[in-house]
């Protein structure tokens, strides 16, 4: 041990304890934006954005009326929920195909909980709200526990709250007006007030609130880190003290709960419940495509909500845009599919030229 | 002697089709026969409908009921049941073509549409000529039942089709643009907004069928548009013809599916103990189970039966 | 002599056709220093796991203090005061030093938005973490809330061995805690073992590096194929001979092991 | 360096340089048992694929017989092809939304082409899958050179190819009676042969012959193994000397080829063609669940042909047994969503306990 | 004096707000033992990237044997002969040991299952695998069909630096080979790397252990906040002078870098 302080001891003095510091270099105005646009990856999309709802202004100005905008609102409305849903999973490296299903299963709940067995209204949406957590539960169950695929977990749920929701409901959907006369709550959301000439509904506003709430749960609070160290890397976090069984359960069943809002909020926007509403099926896809735009990666612990929000709003407005533009619906699919492509690239160049 | 049967649905996802399984159930259960049922994972779904006349087949039924996705494409799989001595009755769309089912029991899909688009327009009279006109399809896969009640309503509408096989080709500007709804709520409200949002002026809506008039009316109600839009539908469904009743939509063009389906069952059966195959209606080439316009409005020259009635009829 | 505060007795654990232990023993005494020495592959690494609960062994025991224990996952051994360096350093890349840091132990801010919100105090622990890198002499690090991941080498290992000293408990492991250490930093580990041991806390040092295990060694547990080979002490025996018995060069007269 | 010597040099003597040895341990019936599992993990879904032959023989008997059986085979035809395509792509960390997209469109292209063009048959196959291998390449150019995630890539493919589909063919079937007179190439799949009393058509052959070569290239070739090395690493990889971009477009537009492929054996199988098929919506789906239910994993890198093909079977297999067993289709899709679960939840088991 | 072999003009490297190289340069001379030394974080993984391709520079020049090169990737740079063991290891984990040390040139079968069915010749690349890491004294690996994630953290390395070495060309790179080594693997690396030179191929070895470094090393690039401090020659200096100048307790005298 002797040789070895000979040379060790020589650690210490001079600027050994410096920090490390370098000139700040001048980078011009483009490098600066680059800088900002690099530190901020959220700038991102809502460029692509503002491009978006620029353009197709210009291709027809009744796209730039309030209105219209707040159109768009309403139509991501529960797609952004279920997209909510669908980021604190993707954000564990998880997925969750069955976020579609457990939102109609659990409309048809509630609809059915009020008018088959006439539980009051409010009663019956807390039922069902309790009840999208409980499906949410055993996804997350079946993921820690089980050790399945979340991939296959869902798949397999997915299939299973579709098929209990057809059988359960007998395919009968509740009418508007029923709803209307007897359980009015149930369409709560679909509720509106003005807003400088425009008309929104208390669901646009939830959907807000949730991924205001969200954002900062996910970035100031250890549950929120947790979520984001499970995903990144599940064995460190497990080895560095979290509860990785424990955070997957909460996660999943916190999105299923989030799913059940969805579907109340459905119940507000289409008047009736329906179980053969698309979002069954389509959800789950439509809710990972806001997710993936916004750039949370697949692979878990990377992205923001925000960022699935403004993704959801870039599919809406390109919907729209194109449908007001002209487009007819085989074209707007398209489209759709090219400017998905399109926004994405973009957003990687400006990523890859600033990094 | 057991004998038992298949029932194959487009989807059965959609009321029409569960109830043409209760009535075929229901028959079924009465005769004692085995009914087994199958039904495509989406509108259009030519390849689950193979495999389950495929696995009739190999279950040996003596017949199959069934309601095609893709009228043509299921024609081979048809052939090798009749090969196999199966009696195939097609149910409310016939194949194409229309001898390649043993018998056919259908509602006339483009006559349903003719009569809900003859109705539009003589309920219109003179605003016709510059009605605005919102078309809520059903897929952009357009399935043929989708192309054969949009085509018929613009026919009884009076407006030139182009392709009949295809609806979007029409160049008349009366068409403010179509849509497409899945055939539910949430795609028929969403549509609307859209077609709205690209003229406000709408005055004529036609829908694939009730739940996406439902949907459409929540979008018109939301713009306050409700009252002077005239909305159109297909189906007769009891909730459907509710809707009539309650001002939701105008017109809508009811059918029968559980006669369809109680016949089909009752056709298997005489075939399985007889050997008879069922008779065509005089004059058509298929057995017409019928289709009524339902309406509180009447309207001249087009023929049409009340709520009450409607009510009375409807496939609940 | 006292009891043993960690002890393990024929611990075995295969994987396949590999066997990693090999009916091995352990033994750690209360307030020191035990090194564990041995070639690459030996099994040191899958020892101290089973000891903290991050690999179930298939047979064989651990006891903590006297008691029998059953860590079902390194949770249970850090609610038992066992805290650990692994090989691997367990920490999420595309998470910030700070955040690694503090997993699973964050500080929130006092008050209100602490309690109800819980809202995590950032500045309070970006300041512990950069107080804790410095002590460790990481003074290159530049920016206190970089993802891990864009670390060098060194610096990651350091903010993990930071991490276990800053929480120290009743036993600390760490696994080759300076290989990808540079000269400076490395010494200042070696000051914070001593630090920690002068605190009364046992630790268990995984090192390839044969003059700092005899400098702070109290004594050396040498791991060979699986098993515990013998236990020296630093006086008795000479590097030589250390390194002969680990590779096998040499073998040690048997004892009671 | 001379103090380093002086214990340094006693590294070598003794039995320091011989190989490490242990004696093989007794495992007794069931541990060896559990190894052989846990050496050759496609033997669990092996074992899940008899264990349900067997049940769904005791339920219904006619599923026994050896017709029923070949049709199973004929009945995953299409989707073995399609998850071949699948399974080397999700082996590379990606997922390939479009397969059932490419495959219906190839199979239009190839319709087309023989009749609106009047191209010889043949002449219109070779195109139609040469027009699937460059579709693949645009998904592998996408996903590689510009650096988009082969999620979105391929999801906005999906919509194109579909779109295009639709637009191209003007939603026309070309019927099975007119191809059969005029183009009997296109149908060369469908065509059948005796085997044990079964009918057994070119297709099932060429699925089968398909998955053994892929699975010898993926496990006997440097190009296999470089596909594994990218889905398990990429940046590893791309250090370690492998070209990752060149090998994911290569991977793209095999899957591409096999698409086109599965769209030529569909002709076989339906006769007409189709640009409506479901395969176009659902097969991606399909092929997904067999990839993952085979046991390889969506995080790249892990798993094998033969597993997939195993997957595919599991479910063709439940899809009929529940059929033939009477089960109503809403009963069956629930049924099969927890069967996909059990046999993965199984599959898990045996591994954990294993291992 | 020759021309250098590999040399680097001004590099520079930003990440974000991170300056990890800051106008570098660099020189390595042909058939020589260059040793890289500084601080965590100082900078020399960044560096070695830089000139194997795997990091493209903000600015600067790289130029080969009086040639300027623009390396897109590290293949482009193998291609050159230069070959690297990097710190991450650059290993696929769920593939075996052969088939990492073959990753990018694979032995095929003799005759027609090689030349036409391109089949692997696995007994061949398993042997060759087998005794390279025999050389290296890793002698606890008992299945050389193990995935390399299952193997400890010294083998994988062991592995890595075989893979290197034997398949040496122009210039071969080490970024601290013998970090999680053992007392006995290290050796053998150190003997490699003479061994390597003895076949005249010029070596960049980056490593914290300076009795290692001053004991092979023909000169010693000092590094120190993302630039080169100085070169010295280990016959004129003490690890005592090498240490503080890498730390910068001392300053070296001026002289041209
Ligand atoms: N998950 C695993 N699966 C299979 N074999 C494993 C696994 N983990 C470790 N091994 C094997 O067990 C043996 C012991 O590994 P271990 O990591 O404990 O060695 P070590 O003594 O820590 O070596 P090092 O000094 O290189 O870190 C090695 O031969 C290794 O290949
Ligand atoms: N991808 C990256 N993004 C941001 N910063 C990075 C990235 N890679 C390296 N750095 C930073 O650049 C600096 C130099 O890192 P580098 O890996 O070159 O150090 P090193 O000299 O090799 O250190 P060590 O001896 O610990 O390996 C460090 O401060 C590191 O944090
Ligand atoms: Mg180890
Ligand atoms: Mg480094």
Redesign the interface.
């Known amino acids: 041990?002797a040789?070895?302080d000979?040379?060790?001891?020589?650690?210490?003095?001079?600027?050994?304890?410096?920090?490390?510091?370098?000139d700040e270099?001048d980078r011009g105005l483009i490098g600066r934006i680059h800088?900002i646009l690099?530190?901020t990856p959220a700038i991102v999309p809502l460029i692509v954005l503002v491009v978006a709802v620029v353009v197709f202004g210009l291709l027809n100005p009744?796209?730039w009326r309030v209105s219209?905008l707040s159109?768009i609102f309403?139509?991501i409305g529960i797609v952004g929920i279920l997209g909510c849903a669908q980021a604190i999973v993707i954000l564990t490296a998880g997925i969750d195909l069955s976020v579609g299903a457990m939102a109609v299963l659990s409309s048809v709940l509630m609809g059915q909980f009020a008018f088959r067995y006439g539980i009051p209204p409010t009663f019956a949406i807390v039922l069902g709200l309790a009840c999208g957590a409980a499906m949410g539960a055993i996804n997350g169950w079946?993921v820690s526990k089980?050790?399945?695929?979340p991939?296959?977990?869902t798949?397999?749920?997915?299939?299973?709250w579709?098929?209990?929701n057809?059988?359960y409901s007998?395919?009968?959907?509740i009418?508007?007006?029923d709803i209307e006369a007897q359980a009015a709550a149930l369409q709560f959301w679909g509720q509106?007030f003005q807003l400088f000439g425009a008309?929104v509904t208390y669901g646009v506003v939830l959907l807000i609130v949730l991924v205001l709430i969200m954002a900062?749960v996910l970035r100031?609070?250890?549950?929120g880190?947790?979520v984001?160290?499970v995903g990144?890397?599940p064995?460190?976090?497990?080895?560095?003290?979290?509860?990785r069984n424990r955070m997957l359960i909460q996660v999943y069943a916190l999105a299923g709960l989030f799913c059940a809002l969805a579907g109340w909020v459905?119940i507000g926007?289409?008047?009736?419940v329906?179980?053969?509403?698309?979002?069954g099926?389509l959800g789950n896809?439509q809710a990972?495509?806001a997710v993936?735009?916004g750039g949370i990666?697949?692979?878990g612990?990377?992205g923001t909500i925000i960022g699935m929000f403004l993704g959801a709003l870039i599919v809406g407005v390109f919907?729209?845009g194109l449908?007001?533009a002209?487009a007819?619906?085989?074209?707007t699919?398209?489209l759709?599919?090219?400017l998905?492509?399109g926004a994405?690239?973009v957003d990687?160049w400006i990523r890859?030229v600033s990094a | 002697q057991d004998i038992s049967a298949c029932l194959i649905t487009k989807t059965?996802?959609?009321?029409f089709f569960?109830k043409m399984k209760e009535g075929a159930q229901a028959k079924a259960d009465e005769l004692g026969i085995a009914l087994k049922t199958f039904a495509g994972k989406?509108d259009g779904d030519n390849e689950t409908q193979v495999a389950a006349i495929e696995t009739c087949i190999a279950d040996g039924a003596s017949g199959i009921l069934i309601t095609a996705s893709s009228t043509s494409a299921i024609v081979p799989v048809v052939e090798q049941a009749r090969d196999a001595g199966i009696l195939v009755i097609a149910l409310d769309t016939p194949l194409e073509p229309i001898d390649a089912a043993d018998a056919t029991f259908a509602t006339d899909n483009f006559l349903a549409g003719e009569l809900i688009g003859k109705w539009a327009a003589a309920k219109l009279g003179d605003a016709a000529a510059d009605a605005r006109i919102a078309m809520l399809?059903l897929d952009?896969s357009q399935p043929t039942v989708g192309v054969l009640r949009d085509q018929g309503f613009l026919q009884g509408f009076g407006i030139d089709l182009g392709d009949p096989n295809k609806w979007?080709d029409e160049d008349d500007d009366r068409i403010v643009?179509?849509?497409?709804t899945?055939?539910?709520?949430?795609?028929g409200?969403?549509a609307m907004?859209?077609?709205l949002?690209?003229d406000p002026e709408i005055n004529v809506v036609y829908t694939i069928n009730e739940?996406a008039a439902?949907?459409a009316?929540?979008a018109l109600?939301?713009m306050g548009r409700e009252n002077d839009v005239l909305i159109v539908s297909v189906d007769g469904g009891c909730?459907g013809v509710?809707?009539i009743a309650?001002g939701?939509i105008g017109a809508t063009s009811q059918q029968y599916p559980l006669l369809m389906a109680s016949l089909g069952i009752e056709a298997i059966h005489e075939f399985a103990t007889t050997g008879e195959k069922p008779e065509p209606t005089e004059g058509k080439n298929f057995f017409d189970t019928g289709v009524a316009l339902v309406t509180d409005e009447p309207a001249d020259g087009v023929d049409s039966i009340s709520v009450e009635e409607g009510m009375d009829l409807c496939w609940g | 002599m006292t009891d043993p505060i960690l002890q393990a007795k024929g611990l075995v654990k295969r994987y396949g056709r590999v066997t990693a232990l090999d009916h091995c023993d352990f033994e750690l005494m209360p307030g020191e220093i035990l090194a564990v020495i041995g070639d690459n592959g030996a099994g040191k690494s899958t020892l101290i796991k089973a000891l903290s609960g991050?690999v179930i062994p298939d047979e064989g025991e651990v006891w903590l203090e006297g008691k029998r224990v059953n860590f079902q996952?390194?949770?249970d051994a850090?609610e038992n005061g066992i805290e650990?360096v692994?090989q691997?350093?367990?920490?999420?890349?595309?998470?910030s030093i700070a955040?690694?840091m503090f997993?699973?132990?964050?500080l929130?801010k006092p008050g209100f938005a602490g309690k109800f919100?819980?809202?995590?105090d950032?500045p309070a622990m970006e300041k512990f973490a950069r107080q804790k890198l410095?002590d460790l002499?990481l003074?290159?690090?530049?920016n206190i809330n970089q993802a891990v991941e864009t670390l060098s080498g060194g610096q990651r290992q350091g903010v993990a061995v930071a991490r276990a000293a800053a929480f120290g408990s009743k036993v600390i492991i760490l696994d080759e805690p300076t290989a990808a250490l540079g000269?400076?930093e490395?010494?200042r580990v070696l000051e914070l073992i001593q630090d920690v041991k002068s605190r009364g806390i046992p630790i268990i040092l995984i090192s390839h590096n044969m003059?700092?295990v005899?400098?702070v060694a109290d004594r050396i547990h040498i791991h060979r194929l699986g098993r515990r080979l013998t236990v020296i002490n630093p006086g008795d025996y000479s590097m030589s001979d250390a390194v002969a018995f680990m590779t096998g060069a040499k073998e040690p007269e048997r004892e009671a092991a």
């Open positions: 041990m040789n070895a000979n040379y060790e001891a020589s650690t210490r003095g001079g600027s050994a304890d410096a920090l490390a510091e370098f270099h800088h690099h530190q009744n796209f219209t159109l309403q139509q079946l089980m050790r399945i695929p991939f296959i977990v798949l397999g749920t997915w299939q299973i579709l098929a209990t057809y059988i007998a395919n009968e959907t009418r508007s007006q509106r008309q900062y100031h609070t250890a549950w880190r947790h984001y160290a990144d890397d064995e460190a976090a497990e080895l560095a003290g979290v509860n459905m926007r289409f008047g009736s329906s179980p053969s509403a698309s979002t099926v896809i990972i495509t993936v735009i990666s697949l692979f612990g990377r919907e729209m449908r007001m002209g007819d619906a085989q074209w699919y398209l759709i599919g090219i998905i492509i994405v690239a990687q890859k | 059965d996802t959609n009321p569960v989406v399809d952009i979007g643009g179509n849509d497409v899945q055939g539910n709520q949430e795609g409200r969403r907004e859209n077609l949002a690209q739940p439902a949907g009316y929540e109600k939301a909730p509710q809707n309650d939701v | 991050a996952s390194p949770i850090r650990t692994y691997t350093l367990a920490m999420s890349p595309a998470l955040d690694n997993m699973g132990r964050e929130r919100l819980r809202k995590l950032r410095s002499g003074m290159t690090i530049q000269v400076k490395s010494r003059p700092h005899f400098e």
